[in-house]
Nanobody
Framework: QVWLEESGGDSVEAGESLTLSCKVS????????MSWYRQYPEREREFVAT???????????SVKERFTISQVDAKNTNRNTVYLQMNSLKVEDTAVYYC????????????????????WGQGTLVTVSS
């Protein structure tokens, strides 16, 4: 069984920085892409950033130049941790942030059916005040 443990959510003021962490627990038996999403009250969950198994990163336009996604132990199938460094936070960044593990764009051939794994974290609240 695989689960994601998020941490780092907090209340900060606009302009400050915050780092979220997401630790993979359990063995995925594969290398996956890791992403961050966020959700505002009564809104759909929206994409924030992703990092693929080869280190390729993609960001939503709203967070480019301010947020950075990174990971450690990317090749370790049961100890991968992904981070979201958030700088120059804005009030509109206030949301619940979710970590997601999903299939990589080019998974290793030894993954077999494990490459299809998709898991969400429980979410961590970030509040930015003016």
């Amino acid at each position: 069984q695989v689960w994601l443990e998020e941490s780092g959510g907090d209340s900060v003021e606009a302009g400050e920085s915050l780092t979220l962490s997401c630790k993979v627990s359990g063995n995925t038996f594969c290398e996956h892409a890791m992403s961050w999403y966020r959700q505002y009250p009564e809104r759909e969950r929206e994409f924030v950033a992703t990092i693929d198994r080869d280190g390729t990163t993609t960001y939503a336009d709203s967070v480019k130049e301010r947020f950075t996604i990174s990971q450690v132990d990317a090749k370790n199938t049961n100890r991968n941790t992904v981070y979201l460094q958030m700088n120059s936070l804005k009030v509109e960044d206030t949301a619940v942030y979710y970590c997601k593990l999903s299939p990589a764009s080019n998974p290793p051939p030894w993954c077999g059916t494990n490459r299809h794994l998709e898991v969400w974290g429980q979410g961590t609240l970030v509040t930015v005040s003016s």
